[in-house]
Structures are given as structure tokens and as C-alpha cells.
């Protein structure tokens, strides 16, 4: 007897440990890639797109965005909404998007979390290094108990949201350009 | 009854070391960007501060050469503004967790330079040894 509840305060343990600290994964890139944009605008023109400020999720780390992800989720939402004539990898491009994360502002411990998230835009003409637009840009995610149960799902998905709504954001600014 | 709780405090003590030891130093300058430029920079006091981190970025900032000022407002004539984020956490004693720093466009809020630094409970650093290590990183990560 004494040894049965000796396991199951060690599986409580585990329990509490894994609830709080353990299996964060990563940001998903088609979850940060948001839907139509709302704009008929397409821009002649090519884009290379670079990502910077991101960072990978540790075994001991809440979620964090990946610049490889980031970067998937923005020239995917270019090339869904034909924002440019084509995505290119390199510096071929008429245009260069750079976008760095500078803040991500995660909760440690909560019921709903909210996720507020800042990065910079900036877009150049390649041909003479001329700058387009420079913009930061902040957005905010709230991920309730109604979205997800366990906190590791929740934070994933305010983080993914904040990036999702920051990528919408970013794409309408430039949108509003005349290239 | 004993050993079951001696083993809990043993699985939640390893988990507290653990994330204890967590450690993080970044920084970035947007490729468009060149803090060389700079002559004159205004650190923006968040008002309910009193830890004094605007002062000691400031300090280290003079000691770079700026001529800086400080101020709760962002309405400056400066070259660039410097914001920052600062996270405490209680571990025995209250400590800075992590610390955001970032140089900005006053126009705009673009970020031109930024630098983020996290020590955990077991690896704390003192809030002068945190504000000395984001802006050495970005001034490092601007030379190159």
C-alpha cells in the first residue's frame, strides 16, 4: 500500500513537472501563415526573402519561431495571395523583405496566455539599395483554456497567432506601397 | 508516506535546477542599419521603473561615447531612441531575469539594433552586468 502511493506521488510529480516545463514545440509554419489578405494588389516583381531575431525550441524552452519558419510562413502568404509575380531564394530578387523578430513576450504561468510580439519590416530595392518601407510592426495572440487544455498547446498557439497576425499586417503595409 | 514526498521534493528540485541554468544572449542590427551614424541617443524611462536600468543604460552608453539623454517621453531631437524590456523573477531573492534592449528610429519605432539577454536563478547577473552585456553584444554584432 505504502508503495503504491509512493508511485503515485512520483506520477503526480512528473505530472506537475511535465505540465509546467516540458514538451514545448516549436511554431508551425502553416499555422503562422495567414489566409487571404484582402488585396488585389500584385507587384511585377520578384521578392528574396531574410528572417533574423528567431530561435529554435529547446527541450527546457517555452515555444519559439524558428527563422527557417518564419521565413516559409511569410513566402508562402506572398505567393498565396500573389502579392509578388514570384518568391526567390538569394539575392535575385528585385526586392529584399527583411523581417527580425525583436520581442517575443511570452506568460510563464496562466490560464489564458497572451503572446505579444514586435519585429521589424523592412523592404529594399535591390538594384539600388534603396529603402521602401521601414516599419515596426506589434501584434498580440490571446490563446484561452477553450482553445487548448494543456499550457504548452496553448502558449504554441498565442505564439503562432501573434506571428500570424504580425506576417497579415506586415504584407497589408506593404501592399498599400506603389512599387 | 515520508519517502513518496521525499521524492516529490527530489523530481520538483531537479526541475527548479533545471530551468535554473537556462541562458541566453542575442543580438542583431537590421542589415539596413549603421549605429556608426549615431552622435546623440535618448533612453525612454518606462515611468513605473525603479530599478534604475534607464540610468545604467545610459551610463554604459556614455561610456561608448554618446551623448545621451533620458526621459519617460519618446519626443526627442536624438538620433535614436533606445527603449528596453525588463523581466524580474523571485528565486530566494528578487533578480533580472532578462533584458530586452533596442535602438530605434524616432520616426518610425523601427528597430534598428536590438539585443536580448537571460539568466536564470543559478547564472544571475546583476542588473549593470546585464545592461554591460546586451550593449556589448550589439556593438559587437554591429561591427561585424
Known amino acids: 500500500m505504502r508503495s503504491l502511493s509512493r508511485w503515485l506521488v512520483l506520477c503526480l510529480a512528473l505530472l506537475v513537472v511535465a505540465g509546467l516545463s516540458g514538451c514545448a514545440s516549436s511554431a508551425n509554419r502553416q499555422a503562422m501563415t495567414p489566409g487571404d489578405l484582402a488585396t488585389t494588389k500584385k507587384f511585377p516583381y520578384s521578392v528574396a526573402v531574410r528572417t533574423a531575431g528567431g530561435s529554435e525550441t529547446g527541450a527546457m524552452d517555452s515555444s519559439n519561431i524558428s527563422d527557417q519558419d518564419l521565413q516559409a510562413a511569410i513566402e508562402e502568404a506572398i505567393t498565396q495571395n500573389k502579392l509578388f509575380q514570384r518568391v526567390v531564394q538569394g539575392k535575385d530578387g528585385d ?67 501573434a506571428a500570424r497576425k504580425n506576417i497579415e499586417q506586415g504584407l497589408k503595409d506593404i501592399a498599400a506601397l506603389s512599387l | 508516506m515520508k519517502r513518496g514526498l521525499a521524492t516529490l521534493v527530489v523530481v520538483l528540485l531537479a526541475a527548479h535546477l533545471l530551468s535554473g541554468c537556462a541562458n541566453r544572449a542575442t543580438a542583431r542590427v537590421d542589415p539596413s542599419a549603421n549605429l556608426a551614424t549615431l552622435k546623440t541617443l535618448h533612453v525612454v524611462k518606462i515611468p513605473e521603473e525603479t530599478a534604475g536600468i534607464s540610468t545604467l543604460i545610459a551610463d554604459k552608453l556614455r561610456t561608448k561615447g554618446y551623448s545621451v539623454t533620458t526621459s519617460t517621453s519618446k519626443e526627442s531631437d536624438a538620433d535614436a531612441l533606445v527603449t528596453y524590456i525588463d523581466r524580474w523573477m523571485w528565486d530566494i531573492t528578487m533578480y533580472l531575469l532578462e533584458l530586452t534592449i533596442t535602438f530605434r528610429e524616432p520616426k518610425s519605432d523601427f528597430a534598428l539594433a536590438s539585443g536580448n539577454s537571460m539568466h536564470a536563478s543559478l547564472t544571475r547577473k546583476s542588473p549593470a552586468e546585464m545592461v554591460d552585456e546586451v550593449i556589448d553584444n550589439i556593438f559587437k554584432e554591429a561591427e561585424k
Request: aromatic fraction near 8%; proline fraction near 1%.
Open chain 1, 95 to 161: 526586392y529584399e523583405l527583411s523581417v527580425t523578430i525583436v520581442h517575443l513576450d511570452k506568460p510563464i504561468f496562466g490560464g489564458a496566455f497572451t503572446v505579444d510580439m514586435e519585429a521589424s519590416w523592412a523592404l529594399v530595392k535591390v538594384s539600388d539599395r534603396s529603402i521602401v518601407m521601414r516599419k515596426s510592426i506589434k501584434s498580440s495572440h490571446t490563446a484561452t483554456f477553450g482553445d487548448a487544455l494543456a499550457a504548452v498547446t496553448r502558449l504554441r498557439l498565442a505564439v503562432e497567432g
